[in-house]
């Protein structure tokens, strides 16, 4: 297996707490069979989710599963937020959330507030009290059909604004921001979901109930743009 890494957070917003990281095997299906990384999964509170983390960091490096980074221990990454870490999981709205880094990056090309990485040499790591704040979107919650797109704020059923974070290509239902395509990227709308969740939902590719696997859709699916669809590769 490859190892993976994964950020752990409190909750979504401009709020969130960094909780710790892992690197080794940081995939759900690993930290679900050991009872700090289920109960965290399954955490119905944020308490319970941040003490199953906190448990969950000892016991991944005590079963040799990989290193378990503490928050007193600094920020563990060479890269400067979790848009380069391959698991964040975090709480939000009363449950636990896995999302990917590759998606957030997907999500939320910027980033206001990226903490500051110990210097190799010299500098001591952050306190026990700092508080690594991320710039996460609040876009999680992926049952619930919002009103407006979380970045341009139009209404279900508009057209996004030039330079929303959130509207697809439709050549391509990769982000329209990033397209380099000498093409015309056309008209996407707020659906009210986040790009891909219903995809994913037709497909099956769930990570667990109301988790849709974004990650497996933009590697094994292919954009159809006469359908608007992801469509499994046969
Ligand atoms: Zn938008
Ligand atoms: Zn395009």
């Not at 709020?15 to 119905?44: K, Q, V, Y």
């Not at 000892?58 to 698991?87: E, M, Y």
């Not at 700092?130 to 919002?146: E, F, G, I, T, Y």
Request: proline fraction near 9%; glycine fraction near 8%; hydrophobic fraction near 35%.
């Amino acid at each position: 297996m490859i190892p993976t890494t994964a950020d752990f957070y409190d909750e979504t917003g401009r709020c969130a707490r960094w909780l710790g990281a892992i690197h080794g095997n940081a995939d759900p299906e690993t930290l679900r069979a050991f009872d700090s990384g289920r109960l965290m999964l399954e955490a119905t509170d944020p308490t319970t989710f941040a003490d199953a983390v906190l448990d969950l960091l000892d016991v991944f490096t005590q079963q040799n599963l990989g290193q378990g980074h503490h928050p007193r221990d600094g920020w563990p990454w060479s890269w400067p937020d979790s848009r380069s870490t391959d698991w964040i999981y975090l709480f939000d709205r009363g449950r636990a959330w896995v999302i990917t880094g590759r998606i957030w990056s997907y999500a939320m090309p910027r980033v206001d507030h990226p903490p500051q990485r110990p210097a190799a040499t010299g500098h001591a790591p952050p306190g026990p009290d700092r508080k690594v704040r991320q710039h996460m979107p609040d876009l999680l919650d992926l049952s619930a059909p919002r009103p407006q797109c979380p970045d341009c704020e139009v209404a279900i059923g508009q057209p996004h604004v030039e330079g929303c974070d959130v509207a697809r290509c439709l050549r391509t239902g990769l982000q329209r921001l990033s397209c380099e395509h000498e093409h015309d990227c056309g008209k996407d709308t707020w659906s009210g979901r986040w790009p891909g969740e219903t995809d994913c939902e037709r497909l099956g590719w769930m990570i667990g109930p109301g988790l849709p696997d974004l990650n497996r859709l933009l590697t094994e699916a292919t954009w159809n743009p006469a359908t608007q669809q992801w469509d499994a590769v046969s």
